[in-house]
Structures are given as structure tokens and as C-alpha cells.
């Protein structure tokens, strides 16, 4: 079941030197119980495009044109007392530097409760209840003591477990997590994954995971959405995408993962363009091995190439 739909969203920055597009016609669509991995380099407009949702965008963005459907209603245009209804308690964010939204000087369970007494308009004991339940939820041991400690107390895992439990203790719908394993190292980035597919499993949240990192999500993704230059140029449900994965971008990115490959880490050569850069044609031609004429000169269509399965490039002719 669809729960948010985002149709050709255009957005922009007013910088020092004249407006800059940074996301072009970006879509996608948020199914219930279901995650989607939107999968780019570093810059490519994913924090952006997620961060759209909430609006909560830098001050000299803007965006230009586009649909945000949530509860029948275009969200972009709804007032901020409406809005702030729907962010945390409706749709949850983990932030990508979730280290940071913590508060040092008040324990973990306060800030916890804090969420809870909002959210759940519950008090004392019955809100304490909660959150120990939250805690259990996200596997954080002890959760009783644990509750009484401060951010520093807690390993980095740890407090991204804290986190995430914040995100569940307002039932949100959506929960939008950004990055959310970066930080960690790689058992504990499997453990937060596995933890994450859980809740999406148990409690039917529609999960929207922002990563660089095709190898994290295929376990856990319903969908992937792969971003360049501001673009989404493939998207297929995940068995379908590792099975016939089309854009020539998509491929480099899987081929650079250590384990599709064996020892033999391919890496992208070249970097992505900046939003300052004008490239003419499919943004990824500078990089591409099968780039033909009409790469440098025309913008390619996303061509349907299977059931949901799109990609936008000019192979799919
Ligand atoms: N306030 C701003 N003014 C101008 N450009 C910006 C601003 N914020 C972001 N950008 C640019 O917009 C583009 C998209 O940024 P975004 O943060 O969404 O990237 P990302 O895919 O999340 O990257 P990362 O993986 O590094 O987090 C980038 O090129 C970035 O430089
Ligand atoms: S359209 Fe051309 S340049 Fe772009 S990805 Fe396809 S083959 Fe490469
Ligand atoms: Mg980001």
C-alpha cells in the first residue's frame, strides 16, 4: 500500500554565483511495511531529496516544482503548524550525523521520555513503561539502567540503537534514516541493518534508507533507487535490480563492492559532478565506458525495461 508519493520534484540552491539546480525530477513512492534504498556518491542530492519530505532544507534552497502526496495532501503545501504534526509523529527521521542529536547534558531516558510524553501524551509511570519497552525493542541490554546514563556513556552503536529507539517511540509511519550506519563499524552496521528490517517487518513502517552502500542494504531492501547528479536513473524492486541491474552507473556501483567481485575492487573512475558543473547530455557520460554520441548530447528518458524497472539510458533504445 502506497503511504507517500513524491512526483517530480525539481530543487535548487540560490548560491553566490546565480541559482544552481541540484535535484531534476525526482520521484518515488514509499509502499507500507516496505524499505527503499535511495543509493548514490556522496553529493548526488540523496539527504535532499529526503530532507524535502520534512522540508527541512537548508535556508537558500528552493524548490521549484514537484508533488509530495501524503495523506491525500500535497505536504508541500502545507502550513508548519500542520507539518509539525506529521514530522515526528508521523514520519521519523535519523539524521546522518545522529551523533549529534543527542543532548550531552540530560540523560538518554529523559530525551527519551521527553519524545514519548509528546508523542504518546503519556506521563510517569506509564510513560517510563514505554520507553523501557523501547529500549528492549532496539535490543539495548539492561534498559532500566541504561535509561539513567548520558550519550557519553553509551558506545557509538549504542547510541544509534538510542536513536532509533526515539524514532520508534512516536509510531511513526515513515521512518527516514539517513546513513544511519556510517559512523559504525561493520558487525555493528549488520546489527543496526538486521534491527532496522525488523521493525519494517514488526511494525509495518515504510522505510526510506539513504546509503553510498549497495552491499549494506541487499538484504534488507524491497526496492533500490539509484541516484547521480541529482537524477534517479534506475529503480526496480531489489531482486529484480541485483538480478538485471541495467544503468551503467548501477553496474559500476555493484562492481565496486568487494564481495560481488572477490579481491578485485573496481573503482568509478572520475567524480561526480558538482551542482556548479554544466554537463550536457546524461550527467554520467564523463565516466561512462558505453558512452555513445547521443550520450553527450541528449538527456535519456527513463525507459521501462521490466515490471517497476526503469533506467535512464540510451542502451535501453
Ligand atoms: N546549502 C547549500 N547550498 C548550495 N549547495 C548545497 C547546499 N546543500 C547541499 N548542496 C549541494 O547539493 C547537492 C546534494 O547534497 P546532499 O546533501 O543531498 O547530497 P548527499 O547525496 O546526501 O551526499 P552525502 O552522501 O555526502 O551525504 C550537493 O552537490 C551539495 O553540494
Ligand atoms: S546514456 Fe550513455 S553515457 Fe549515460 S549511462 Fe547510458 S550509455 Fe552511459
Ligand atoms: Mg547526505
Redo the contacts with the bound molecule.
Keep these: 500500500m502506497k503511504i507517500l508519493e513524491i512526483e517530480n520534484l525539481n530543487l535548487g540552491f540560490n548560491c553566490e554565483n546565480g541559482f544552481k539546480q541540484a535535484l531534476w525530477d525526482v520521484s518515488f513512492v514509499l509502499n507500507k511495511g516496505e524499505m527503499l534504498a535511495l543509493v548514490g556518491e556522496s553529493g548526488c542530492g540523496k539527504t535532499i531529496s529526503a530532507m524535502s519530505i520534512l522540508q527541512l532544507l537548508p535556508k537558500n534552497a528552493k524548490i521549484t516544482s514537484g508533488i509530495i502526496t501524503y495523506e491525500n495532501q500535497n505536504i508541500l503545501e502545507l502550513k508548519t503548524k500542520d507539518l509539525r504534526h506529521i514530522r515526528g509523529a508521523k514520519i521519523a527521521l535519523i539524521p546522518q550525523d545522529p551523533m549529534t542529536s543527542l543532548n550531552p547534558l540530560y540523560t538518554v531516558g529523559n530525551q527519551l521520555l521527553e519524545v514519548i510524553k509528546i508523542h504518546q501524551n503519556l506521563k510517569g509511570e506509564e510513560a517510563f513503561k514505554k520507553a523501557v519497552e523501547a529500549f528492549e525493542m532496539v535490543q539495548i541490554p539492561s534498559p532500566r539502567e541504561r535509561l539513567k546514563a548520558y550519550p557519553h556513556e553509551f558506545s557509538g552503536g549504542m547510541k544509534q540503537r538510542a536513536i532509533i529507539a526515539m524514532a520508534l517511540a512516536c509510531n511513526a509511519e515513515i521512518l527516514i534514516a539517513d546513513e544511519p550506519t556510517t559512523a559504525l563499524d561493520v558487525t555493528i552496521q549488520a546489527q543496526i541493518m538486521d534491527l532496522i528490517g525488523k521493525i519494517k517487518i514488526e511494525r509495518q513502517t515504510a522505510i526510506l534508507l539513504i546509503t553510498h552502500d549497495l552491499a549494506l542494504v541487499r538484504e534488507h531492501a524491497d526496492r533500490i533507487a539509484v541516484m547521480y547528479a541529482g537524477r534517479i536513473?534506475e529503480n526496480a524492486p531489489a531482486n529484480e535490480f541485483f538480478e538485471h541491474t541495467n544503468?551503467?552507473?548501477s553496474i559500476a556501483l555493484l562492481n565496486s563492492i568487494p564481495s560481488t567481485k572477490g579481491k578485485f575492487l573496481e573503482t568509478i573512475t572520475g567524480q561526480p559532478p558538482s551542482i556548479q558543473q554544466t554537463i550536457n547530455?546524461?550527467?554520467?557520460?564523463p565516466r561512462?565506458?558505453?558512452?555513445?554520441e547521443?550520450?553527450?548530447k541528449k538527456i535519456?528518458p527513463n525507459y521501462i525495461i521490466g515490471e517497476n524497472h526503469f533506467s535512464?539510458?540510451?542502451?535501453n533504445k
Excluded at 288 to 292: A, F, L, R, S, V
Design positions: 536513473v544503468h551503467p552507473y547530455g546524461c550527467k554520467f557520460h561512462c565506458k558505453n558512452c555513445m547521443i550520450c553527450t535519456p535512464a539510458c540510451f542502451l
